[in-house]
């Protein structure tokens, strides 16, 4: 015997629920609560409780409302839940959708990720935004070229106002061939500059100095440093401050800006009586009573702006290696009466330094430009090697000094006795060794440590013993 329907539950027979009772194979589509047009006595309700007492299964609650059930329940909501858009199937589709615009297929990894920021709980989401801008500002600003346009604009850097003029090829075309080791001074120092400027947005003019002819009637080798700061007046008009350098200077502290390190506090790191060090013995001030009160005083007007020209002292005297000189009505005079044929052509047998010597000669005699000299530390922009000026290299004012961390050396007159080359080496890798950063000291550590472990201690020889 066949059945369309399973036995009754009950024991007299029959359904609990209404509409079964009836030889209906379906329920009636009329409204709950009647049944053949008339009004039902048995409810939904009443149905139900009395079909929860037949099969005794209590009442069902969805969550739990004790202490540690709504705390287990919060601290599951704040975890992070990952749903990589697994296909659905079939038996999903009728929960209104959800989760199937996950797929793989339509969104792929860019609506994983989405999906994954949107399930992260809020204060986690904040400190992921908080965190993915530090690391983007830290590449647009210190990794990205952005950072040489930072440092150029007038209101954050500033670097725009300064130009690095350094010559290159001195000598080179007429008065000897160059050699291996002049072109890798050369190298390594014009790499040097670009490095720098490159760093802190400064603008780089690199002059070829090869000796040529001025005039019809003279040579005027060496003296090209005017006649080039004059072309990059015209070359850099909105720039303030040039910044002369020789071929053999070496930056050792990149990560010092010419801002912090002089300008910033100009008057502190610069002196204008030149008593102060005055190995020319140059007698100041001028004591002629028809000059004005500014050119009878030892420092001028001793306003910071009123100085146009910064230049350092060594054992004899001006040095024209590294210095600086500002923009100005004031420098286009000067630079002027500096190369002046006249006066070249009447003392340059007297000059043995040439513009330099020139150059002291014009402080000496003229009151205008005294007024708007200053004088810097030698070791703040333009430290001597050891043998420079002094073959023991031991003083304190002139001689490069490691535990100083002295800004720029100068191999001064190394070709005369001494081994450029040789010096621009050691002072490179003394730079690259005294600027690593905390990754590449920690890699020289583990690197040393190896080498002493496998080496073994140094042997100590022993005073009378020939081993």
């Not at 309700?45 to 287990?72: L, W």
Request: proline share 6%; hydrophobic share 35%.
């Amino acid at each position: 015997m066949s059945l369309s329907r399973s036995p009754s539950p009950l024991p007299s027979g029959g359904w609990s629920t209404p509409g079964l009772n009836s030889g209906q194979s379906s329920p009636s589509k009329r409204s709950f609560g009647t049944h053949n047009g008339n009004a039902s006595s048995v409810s939904w309700a009443s149905a139900k409780a009395k079909s929860d007492e037949v099969n005794g299964y209590p009442p069902f609650s969805a969550r739990s409302n004790s202490f540690f059930g709504r705390h287990a329940r919060k601290l599951s909501h704040s975890l992070p839940t990952f749903n990589f858009g697994l296909r659905r199937g079939y038996a999903d589709k009728e929960k209104l959708g959800r989760g199937r615009w996950l797929s793989t297929r339509t969104t792929g990894i860019l609506g994983q990720m989405v999906t994954l920021f949107g399930r992260i709980g809020r204060r986690m989401r904040l400190r992921l935004l908080l965190l993915f801008g530090f690391v983007l500002a830290v590449i647009l600003f210190y990794v990205s070229p952005l950072l040489y346009i930072w440092r150029r604009t007038s209101f954050f850097g500033g670097g725009s106002k300064f130009v690095i003029i350094l010559a290159s090829n001195q000598g080179g075309g007429v008065m000897e061939w160059k050699g291996p080791r002049e072109w890798a001074i050369e190298r390594d120092s014009v790499k040097n500059k670009k490095a720098y400027a490159k760093r802190w947005g400064y603008n780089l003019e690199i002059v070829d100095m090869t000796t040529k002819k001025r005039y019809a009637h003279e040579w005027r080798e060496s003296w090209e440093k005017v006649d080039t700061i004059r072309n990059a007046f015209r070359k850099y008009p909105k720039a303030e401050w040039f910044w002369w350098l020789d071929l053999n200077t070496f930056i050792m502290e990149p990560s010092y800006s010419l801002q912090s390190h002089v300008f910033n506090h100009l008057s502190k790191n610069t002196y204008r009586d030149i008593n102060h060090y005055n190995p020319l013995n140059i007698s100041h001030p001028f004591t002629q009573p028809y000059l004005d009160k500014e050119s009878l005083s030892p420092v001028g007007d001793g306003k910071p702006e009123s100085i146009h020209l910064i230049i350092p002292q060594d054992c004899a005297g001006f040095n024209l290696g590294s210095f600086f000189i500002r923009r100005s009505g004031w420098s286009d005079r000067l630079l002027d009466v500096w190369w002046d044929p006249v006066a070249y052509e009447q003392r340059h047998m007297e000059w043995e330094h040439k513009e330099q010597d020139a150059l002291e000669y014009l402080y000496a005699s003229h009151p205008w430009i005294r007024s708007h000299v200053a004088f810097v530390a030698q070791r703040k922009i333009n430290s001597f090697p050891p043998g420079a000026c002094d073959q023991n290299g031991l003083h304190p004012h002139i001689h490069y000094k490691e535990k100083d961390r002295d800004f720029n050396v100068n191999m001064a007159g190394c070709e005369w006795g001494r081994d450029c080359w040789g010096e621009m080496y050691f002072f490179r890798q003394l730079s690259n060794r005294l600027n690593r950063n905390p990754w590449e000291k920690f890699k020289d550590a583990i690197s040393d440590k190896a080498k002493q472990l496998w080496n073994g201690p140094p042997k100590v020889k022993r005073e009378g013993s020939g081993k």
